[in-house]
């Protein structure tokens, strides 16, 4: 008697994923590696920026009073005390009447509340500046705390890494971040018919794609990949690679073997292990055999053979927890309006994950499916940059009916959004 499987929906099972407690560690990398990385501490302004009071143009420092009654037909003059540089700082003080020629960026003289830009001024002879308008206290300056606040928190513990966070970094001399540790993913292929990427095909055999567009997967949601290879169909085989896998590894993820077949082990393998399952069949399309286990802390995700439904089933269900454990507050993918860009007339009782393809129109997201779209589909995940989410129901889908959209390739993420 062949195993019947109750379905759960979609929401419940990713609820079921993300309650179990997930560890995180933390480690220092230098600030070079610290693209793409999770902080795992706030970063705070450890002083103001700018730290002083700046010139932001080329120009002359001046004390305000002194340029008041200077006008196109009452020139007055300053005697030019010295030139500060970027770097450098006034070595005397600008008394009445002069001023110190002053770079871009460079520290504003004590005395001084104003800047000239070089274009408004002449040099009547060497050593003096001529204005010919009034300028008032705190024009042209860039004051000392404009940009950040010290103490202030800039970024939250848990946001991405992106080129300005390293601008931060740097400005508040962090050479060595605190991040969280990515998690190890060992990725386990199951099924005789594999090949390896190298092989020449055979009769009956496929080669393992899943194993390698697993991996990207896993390295886009900012993880660790271990490839543990491929397993032939043999209970014995998949029980012990699988218990030795989960020594070297933070989550496992096998692709094959979790649906009702013959040489589908998988589910031998969890009730061996005394594993929990957590579930065996989700009420959605592809990935409705997906199944995740849990065995002493740690998740063994039994993602589907077939291409389509183990690409669907990681991003749903695996890249959350990845996510948690990098200390990401929003783990799951974030969900959008769009505009469905084609016709999808095959109805299903289970909610569909359609492999998408997203365009801008007039400012509106718009979906299409991105081609030959069966559980066992290949030739449709490179265009996929989404996943279009049609309701289970009795009824197809036309172009533009208002579908959600669940994106791929983006930084951002968002709370439960199922
Ligand atoms: N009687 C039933 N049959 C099936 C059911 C069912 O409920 N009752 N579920 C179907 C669904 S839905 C799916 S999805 C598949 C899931 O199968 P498995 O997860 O057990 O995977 P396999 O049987 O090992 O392989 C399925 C398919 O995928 C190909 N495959 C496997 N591994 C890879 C790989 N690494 N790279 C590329 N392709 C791979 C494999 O050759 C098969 O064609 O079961 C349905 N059957
Ligand atoms: O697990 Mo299947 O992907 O629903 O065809
Ligand atoms: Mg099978």
Known sequence: MVEQRKPIPVAEAVQRVIDKQVFSKTEK????????????????????????????????????????KASRENPVDFNVTETIGAGAVQSMPVGAFEAARIMTGAMMPAECDAVVMLELTSEPEPGVMRLKRAFNKGDNI??????????????????????????LLATFGYEY??????????????????????????????????????AAQIERAGAEVKMLGKLSDDLEACYESVRKAMQEVDILITTGGVSVGDFDFLPEVYKRLEAEVLFNKVAMRPGSVTTVAHKDGQFLFGLSGNPSACYVGFELFT??????????????????????????????????????????????????????????????????????????????????????VALLETAESSEMPW
């Open 29 to 68: 990398v230098h600030i070079e590696k610290a693209l793409g990385r999770r902080l795992a501490e706030d970063l705070v302004a450890t002083h103001a920026v700018p730290p002083f009071d700046r010139s932001p143009y080329d120009g002359f420092a001046v004390r305000s009073a002194d340029t008041k």
């Open 142 to 167: 860039s004051f000392k705390g404009e940009d950040a606040v010290e103490g202030t928190v800039l970024v939250e513990k848990g946001t991405l890494i992106n080129p300005g966070t390293i601008a």
């Open 319 to 404: 890249r959350p927890v990845i996510q948690q454990m990098l200390g990401n507050p929003k783990p799951h993918l974030p969900l959008e309006d769009a505009v469905l860009g084609a016709d999808f007339t095959k109805p299903n009782p289970f909610t569909r994950f359609v492999r998408g393809t997203l365009a801008i129109r007039n400012g509106q997201l718009e979906a299409s499916p991105s081609g030959f779209n069966k559980s066992s589909a290949v030739s449709s995940l490179a265009a996929t940059n989404c996943l279009i989410v049609l309701p289970g129901g009795t009824r197809g889908f036309t172009a533009g009916d208002h579908v959600k």
């Open 177 to 214: 971040i605190t991040v969280a540790v990515k998690p190890v993913v060992g990725l386990l292929a199951t099924g005789s018919e594999l090949l390896e990427v190298g092989e020449p095909l055979e009769p009956g055999k496929i080669r393992n794609s899943n194993a390698l567009m697993a």
